[in-house]
């Protein structure tokens, strides 16, 4: 019962270096997100994906880079990386799109916690 | 542009007691549906309840249940019965309610404390 895994939990980057976030999900869901949560903020939307192959951008995709080349994974990338990319980092995944589903649910990955110095 | 409101930074509640969080928010749309989430110290969010707008009757789920007022644009959440594992960060939100929109919007946040 793993659901959506995210790695790492913790990461301090150094300003202009890239890395990227993992996120893998064993539950064969089609639609995955990438969602950034600043403090005392809500969650918002970076990236998502309909299915391997397929991604688009979400509310605040400058920065970053997506791809999603298998249903399971959908890691996120940060070319240059800048503090005001210091975040909380989450992947999500739905069986079915948030837009089609009846009874949409979506599971989250329990976090990756960024910090650009 | 949709927003949504948490007004309530922190609240805090009594086992066994009952709590309100407030939610409003603002919208022209017709069709959306409202959610809260609960997130817990490891960070993992997790659905507790959801509210279609065109549905009059309030959503429960089992201790958890909504005061939803379309016409204020209100979408209150009462946990009964408060117990220990409810204490969380809750987030109310939003999303409009048409085909391709995959966008939730999310409010600020409620920090929830169960005093034992």
């Known amino acids: 019962n793993a659901g959506v895994t995210q790695t790492p939990k913790f990461r301090i980057l150094k300003i202009g270096q890239s890395m990227t976030l993992q996120c893998t999900q064993d539950?064969?869901?089609?639609?995955m997100y990438w969602y950034r949560q600043d403090p005392g903020m809500g969650l918002k939307l970076i990236y998502y994906?309909?299915?391997?192959?397929?991604?688009d951008k979400g509310e605040v995709p400058n920065g970053y880079n997506v791809s999603r080349s298998t249903t399971e994974d959908f890691p996120l990338r940060l070319e240059l990386a800048a503090p005001s990319q210091t975040s909380v980092y989450f992947c999500?995944?739905?069986?079915?799109?948030?837009?089609?589903?009846?009874?949409?649910?979506?599971?989250f990955g329990s976090g990756t916690q960024l910090s650009v110095l | 542009a949709q927003t949504v409101t948490q007004s309530q930074p922190e609240m805090s509640v009594q086992e066994a007691e009952t709590v309100t969080l407030s939610c409003t928010y603002d919208t022209s749309e017709s069709d959306y549906y409202l959610f809260w989430y609960k997130q817990p110290p490891s960070r993992q969010m997790i659905l507790v309840i959801r509210q279609e707008a065109y549905k009059q009757q309030n959503a429960t789920e089992n201790r958890f249940s909504v005061n939803f007022q379309k016409a204020a644009k209100s979408f209150s959440l009462k946990i009964s019965d408060s117990q220990l594992g409810d204490a969380a960060m809750y987030f109310c939100a939003y999303r409009i309610l048409r085909f391709g929109n995959e966008k939730l919007t999310f409010g600020t946040g409620t920090r929830l404390t169960i005093i034992p």
């Open positions: 539950m064969n869901h089609n639609y």
């Open positions: 994906s309909v299915g391997a192959g397929i991604t």
């Open positions: 999500a995944s739905s069986s079915a799109g948030l837009s089609i589903a009846t009874n949409e649910k979506l599971f």
